[in-house]
Each structure stands twice: as C-alpha cells, then as structure tokens.
T-cell receptor
C-alpha cells in the first residue's frame, strides 16, 4: 500500500529563516501532491498542489518541489514569521483517496 | 458560502451508543469524504463518496456507516460506539476525485469522546 512519511515531527526555527519540510513516499507514483496547513483545533487548509510534471511551484513565500525520481517533495517557507507556526501536512492522491502524512509541526520563534 | 459544515462540534458518548455526525457542503462538490485524526496517526480515510448514491470504504471503515442521498450531505454513523472511536473527525469535499488534481476543503472537525 502507499506510504507517505514526513520525516520530522517538529521543526523549530528563528524568525526570518527558511523552513524546509520533507515528504517522502513509497509504493506509488502520484500524479499530484498537495500541501496543507493545520492550526490547533482547526481543519486542514489547502496551500499548494504540484503535478508530477512540475519540478517547482511557488506561492508568495511558499515553494514546493516534486522529485518523482527520489519520490520526495520539499516544502519551503522563506522569511518565516511566528504566524507561520502550524502543522504542515503532505498529501498524495491515490486514485479516489487522498493519503496524508502525519505532519510536521513548525514553530517559528521571534 | 459556508463551505463544509460539520455538526456537532463536540460530543461525549457512552460505549454502545449510536450517533450520527452530520456533514453538509454548499459548493456543489461531487466528492466527499470522512477522515479521523488521532495523535501520532495522522489523518486516516474512513469512507468516501464520488457522488450521490455512491459510497466506498477507505482505510479504516469498521464501525462506521455512511450514505449519500443528496449531493450536499454525507452523514457518518457510528453504529455502536467504542472507546477506540474517540477521535477528531473531519469531513471534506472536492469538486472531483483526488486524482483529478482538485483541492479538498475540510470542515472544522467534530471532537468525539467515547467513555
């Protein structure tokens, strides 16, 4: 079955630095990979989607890469701010289902 | 446009009781799904529906039933609640299935405790 791993449960960085979160997957070749943000007590909110034929996608301070050879996606937040503190979830499509990683909790300190 | 609405927000059940978590969306989405989220386990798919009258099982369907009589509504029924079903439940919807590259919209969650 498909397996998706986000290799850090928690990441602590200082304000202004770039946060890099990693998502690895096995046993599947998804056509799309998505990243979501989840704040405590709230539902996940969509951030970015990247297609298998796209190497990189940007949205404001966010950047996502998708390496289908390594089976890995990297999620970058540049010039991080305390308001970026949240849990970030990687998700890959598996046909009629969206499979989620366990998430990485990012804490940005001022 | 309310998006995905879940009720109730919080519920405490006794073991063996049954209940229904309600989910409604006003975006005319064909695809709807239910996830549960547990510490250390992430989001796990319970059931999903690709349209009215069509439902299918996800990764963890045991102990849950669903139906999809309308496009808007996708209730999740707990048949006989067990402490293992203590969790946070999220309903989600999308224009089409995930393999079509559509964004999934989540509700705010329903916190269920079974004692």
């Amino acid at each position: 079955s498909q397996k998706i791993e986000q290799n850090s449960e928690a990441l602590n960085i200082q304000e202004g630095k770039t946060a890099t979160l990693t998502c690895n997957y096995t046993n599947y070749s998804p056509a799309y990979l998505q990243w979501y943000r989840q704040d405590p007590g709230r539902g996940p909110v969509f951030l970015l989607l990247i297609r298998e034929n796209e190497k990189e996608k940007r949205k404001e301070r966010l950047k996502v890469t998708f390496d289908t050879t390594l089976k890995q996606s990297l999620f970058h937040i540049t010039a991080s701010q305390p308001a970026d503190s949240a849990t970030y979830l990687c998700a890959l499509e598996a046909g009629t289902a969206l499979i989620f990683g366990k998430g990485t909790t990012l804490s940005v300190s001022s | 446009n309310a998006g995905v609405t879940q009720t109730p927000k919080f519920q405490v059940l006794k073991t063996g009781q049954s209940m229904t978590l309600q989910c409604a969306q006003d975006m005319n989405h064909e695809y709807m799904s239910w996830y549960r989220q547990d510490p250390g386990m992430g989001l796990r798919l319970i059931h999903y529906s690709v349209g009215a009258g069509i439902t299918d099982q996800g990764e963890v369907p045991n102990g849950y039933n669903v139906s999809r009589s309308t496009t808007e509504d996708f209730p999740l029924r707990l048949l006989s609640a067990a402490p293992s079903q203590t969790s946070v439940y999220f309903c989600a919807s999308s224009y089409a299935t995930p393999n079509s590259g559509n964004t999934i919209y989540f509700g705010e969650g329903s916190w269920l405790t079974v004692v």
